[in-house]
């Protein structure tokens, strides 16, 4: 199939285009990024909500949504350093329970 968001050929069963990132729908091949673009930085906000559980997406998300936010006007850049922030403050918190 083909990334309908930047029209590369993926493989059938691809989750995430390997081209450029994006979730792809693996029935319909629906790229989340159109959607992505008209709501704001969804990454941003994942990697937000996640920080507060898994610091390690946080900061995978909170990274990308970072690098995304660039090329969208600043969109989510806010969201991103949060959830970098937080994800930081929850590893330091989870080494400090851990040890
Ligand atoms: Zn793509």
Redesign the pocket.
């Known amino acids: 199939m083909f ?1 309908t ?2 029209g ?1 050929e ?1 493989p059938d069963n691809a989750v995430v ?1 390997t ?2 990132g ?1 979730l792809v729908n693996g029935e319909r091949a629906v ?1 989340y990024c159109t959607q992505e673009q008209q709501q704001g930085n969804g990454m941003a906000i994942a990697g937000f909500v996640c920080s507060f559980f898994v610091p390690l997406l946080g900061w995978i998300f909170g990274g990308i949504g970072l690098s995304r936010s660039a090329k969208r006007n600043g969109k989510g850049k806010a969201f991103s350093i949060a959830a970098l922030a937080i994800a930081s403050v929850g590893f330091v918190l989870n080494m400090a329970l851990l040890f």
Do not use: D, E, L
């Open positions: 990334c968001n930047c590369k993926i285009c081209a450029c994006c790229s």
